[in-house]
Nanobody, 123 residues
Framework: QVQLVESGGGLVQAGGSLRLSCTAS????????MGWFRQAPGKEREFVAA????????EYADSVKGRFTISRNNAKNTVDLQMNSLKPEDTAVYYC????????????????WGQGTQVTVSS
């Protein structure tokens, strides 16, 4: 069982930046593909970004390409999401997720989820 804990959410003005971090309990963290998803009120949870176990491959939703960057540190069991040029439509609860080995962009492909961290972008 992999436990994931997100941190770094908060309130920021449009155009600002935030860095989210997710810490995993699993000592074999490097065996897992990691992803970030978000869910706005009244909407389904959607894919934001993902990174493979070796960091050689990343994927991004079109809506965040060029603004968000996902990275991981296997020695520290962490995966981060650097969010720049934030927009009000980025407001959501952001979730960290893990799946064995390979990168994925579909919500149902992830087995483990964190509790989420709120990001609010004011206009």
């Amino acid at each position: 069982q992999v436990q994931l804990v997100e941190s770094g959410g908060g309130l920021v003005q449009a155009g600002g930046s935030l860095r989210l971090s997710c810490t995993a309990s699993e000592r074999t963290f490097s065996n897992y593909g990691m992803g970030w998803f978000r869910q706005a009120p009244g909407k389904e949870r959607e894919f934001v970004a993902a990174i493979g176990w070796s960091s050689t491959r990343t994927e991004y939703a079109d809506s965040v390409k060029g603004r968000f960057t996902i990275s991981r540190n296997n020695a520290k069991n962490t995966v981060d999401l650097q969010m720049n040029s934030l927009k009000p439509e980025d407001t959501a609860v952001y979730y960290c997720a893990a799946r064995p080995r390979f990168i994925a962009t579909m919500r149902d492909e992830y087995r483990y989820w964190g509790q989420g961290t709120q990001v609010t972008v004011s206009s």
